[in-house]
């Protein structure tokens, strides 16, 4: 995966967005990293399990708080860290 395309994936699941709220939930039913992928390929996402593993890597886990919302992105970088 490109940085383009990583940028993409980040700018249209962080925050107040649809597909943040889809993939924050969706998360929650995901067993592995091949059901992200398969959830992002159905969204016009062409990314594997080691893309996302590369950029869970990279991306700075999110200070802890109890009233913090995690958006969908953060969500899926935890859950791929966690995999």
């Known amino acids: ?3 383009a395309d990583m940028d993409r994936l980040k ?3 962080s925050g107040n967005t649809g597909l943040s709220a889809v993939l924050a939930e969706a998360v929650e039913r995901f067993s592995s990293t ?3 992928v398969r959830f ?3 969204r016009g996402f062409e990314v ?4 996302l593993a590369a950029a869970a890597g990279d991306a700075e886990a999110p200070p802890e708080a109890e009233e913090s919302e995690e ?3 953060g969500a899926l970088m935890r859950f791929v860290r966690q995999s």
């Open 71 to 73: 958006d969908g992105y």
């Open 11 to 13: 700018a249209d699941a």
């Open 48 to 51: 594997t399990a080691s893309d």
């Open 34 to 36: 091949e059901d992200a």
């Open 1 to 3: 995966m490109t940085n």
């Open 40 to 42: 992002l390929a159905s």
